[in-house]
């Protein structure tokens, strides 16, 4: 079954301390990758994403993630992080053929403590 | 930018009502979806069309039914709302076009209650 798993539930951490949330897929097929962010009374947004060729790949607010596709792994990075991320993050996979729903993981709520 | 608009922030509805949830966007996508979201579960696809008068069951559609009349307008419907239906539902659209590559676009979400 597809599926999209995320490894935390809840993060904490202080102001500047690096972050790495862990997502991991299960989809038989090439696919696109995703990280959405809502941010506490927001509707959700587009972080990053993947869809070919270098396989880290930048977003915004200094975010990055690296495909690792013999791993199955999108994990998603900040080398510091600031009180203003505080969200919650949501990996997501969908195929290449246009229209395809996303599959969402469970999120991972982070809380950044000034 | 594209902009995906759900009629209401908040609802509040009785057990057993008919209840309707309006999903519109402006940028002439051809597919659009309905997603509910819970605490701990993340966000699980209920229905979607990818074009007017289509549509598609997803993970959860029991309870619920669609309507994609317009293409720029997708309804979920919940033909007697219960109590497990109180949820965060959020809609979203994405383009079919050679360049969009699948990436969807949310709308701020309806909170629903149903007492």
């Known amino acids: 079954a597809q599926s999209v798993s995320q490894h935390n539930h809840h993060v904490i951490l202080s102001e500047a301390a690096s972050l790495e949330l862990g997502c991991n897929y299960s989809y038989g097929g090439t696919v696109n990758l995703f990280w959405y962010v809502q941010y506490p009374g927001q509707h959700l947004q587009l972080l990053l994403k993947?869809?070919?060729?270098?396989?880290l790949v930048k977003g915004i607010k200094g975010f990055e993630a690296e495909f690792i596709k013999s791993k199955f792994s999108f994990n998603l990075r900040k080398p510091s992080v600031q009180w203003s991320d505080t969200a919650e993050y949501f990996c997501?996979?969908?195929?290449?053929?246009?229209?395809?729903?996303?599959?969402f993981g469970k999120g991972t709520t982070l809380s950044v403590s000034s | 930018d594209v902009k995906v608009t759900q009629s209401s922030r908040y609802l509040v509805k009785r057990t057993g009502e008919k209840v309707f949830l309006e999903c519109v966007q402006d940028?002439?996508?051809?597919?659009m979806f309905w997603y509910r979201q819970d605490p701990g579960l993340g966000l699980r696809l209920i229905y979607f069309?990818?074009?007017?008068?289509?549509?598609e069951k997803g993970d959860i559609p029991e309870g619920y039914s669609v309507s994609r009349e317009k293409k720029e307008r997708f309804s979920l419907i919940l033909e007697s709302a219960s109590t497990n239906q109180t949820s965060m539902y959020l809609c979203a659209s994405s383009s079919s076009g050679a360049g969009a590559k699948n990436i969807q676009y949310f709308g701020a979400g309806t909170r629903l209650s149903v007492l």
């Open positions: 997501a996979v969908n195929a290449k053929q246009a229209g395809t729903a996303l599959i």
């Open positions: 069309s990818y074009d007017v008068k289509m549509k």
């Open positions: 993947y869809f070919s060729g270098d396989p």
């Open positions: 940028m002439d996508h051809e597919n």
